[in-house]
């Protein structure tokens, strides 16, 4: 699985937009991009993941440039439970393991 | 529809001793993963099972550990004479097939005194 570079950390105001950026510059066609995030010492959560499209759900949108060397996970209006490490995570379709990295840890304040 | 559930949630063993811990899957999953985390560190996979079989077990010290998950009843992840060092959090994952995205439990906070 390709291996993915994330900033260490990131700040952002309540209410507004998080973007959260990931590098993959080494991912091949059949891998997908997951985000997960972790929230203080609770069990990872789903997020979101995609191919190649940009991806919506109820918690956050997903970008992928055209060359599929980077993405955004953006969380629209960040809340203060919205504070936690978020992973970017390459992995092919026939991947079992998710290999967790350093992540972002991304602050929310008021 | 329950989440992945875990039990139980902080254990605590003295050096020696062993440590059992359950993962019950979401209903209609039949493939678990168990990751660890160490203090300050991230999460690092061990074991992949679909029911009665391990398919994936390359994160898994060779020793001491164990992992199965039966035709009935929860998956177990063992550890048979704990060290200080065994002492992290254990968080089991579930998913419907392989390749797809996993549902984590809350975690069991394993501490060896």
């Known amino acids: 699985d390709a291996k993915t570079t994330q900033p260490p950390s990131m700040d952002c105001a309540e209410g507004t937009a998080a973007n959260l950026p990931c590098n993959h510059s080494?991912?091949?066609?059949?891998?997908?991009v997951y985000w997960y995030r972790q929230i203080h010492s609770q069990g990872p959560q789903y997020i979101i993941h995609g191919l190649k499209n940009n991806e919506t759900n109820e918690m956050a949108s997903l970008i992928i440039t055209e060359d599929r060397k980077s993405s955004t996970l953006i969380l629209p209006h960040a809340t203060l439970r919205d504070t936690a490490v978020y992973y970017c995570?390459?992995?092919?379709?026939?991947?079992?393991?998710?290999?967790f990295g350093k992540g972002t840890t991304l602050s929310v304040s008021s | 529809n329950a989440g992945v559930m875990q039990n139980p949630r902080h254990l605590v063993r003295r050096r020696g001793q062993e440590a059992r811990l359950r993962c019950s899957p979401m209903k209609g999953h039949s493939h678990v993963y168990w990751y660890r985390q160490l203090p300050e560190e991230g999460l690092k996979f061990m074991v992949y099972?679909?029911?009665?079989?391990?398919?994936?077990e390359s994160g898994m010290p060779k020793e001491r550990f164990s992992a199965e998950f039966p035709k009935e009843g929860p998956s177990i992840l063992r550890i048979q004479q704990v060290v200080r060092g065994d002492s992290a959090a254990y968080f089991c994952?579930?998913?419907?097939?392989?390749?797809?995205?996993?549902?984590f439990g809350p975690g069991t906070r394993l501490t060896v005194t």
């Open positions: 080494t991912i091949s066609g059949n891998e997908y």
């Open positions: 099972l679909q029911k009665e079989n391990i398919i994936d």
């Open positions: 995570i390459v992995r092919g379709q026939a991947g079992t393991a998710l290999i």
């Open positions: 994952a579930s998913s419907p097939n392989t390749g797809v995205e996993q549902y």
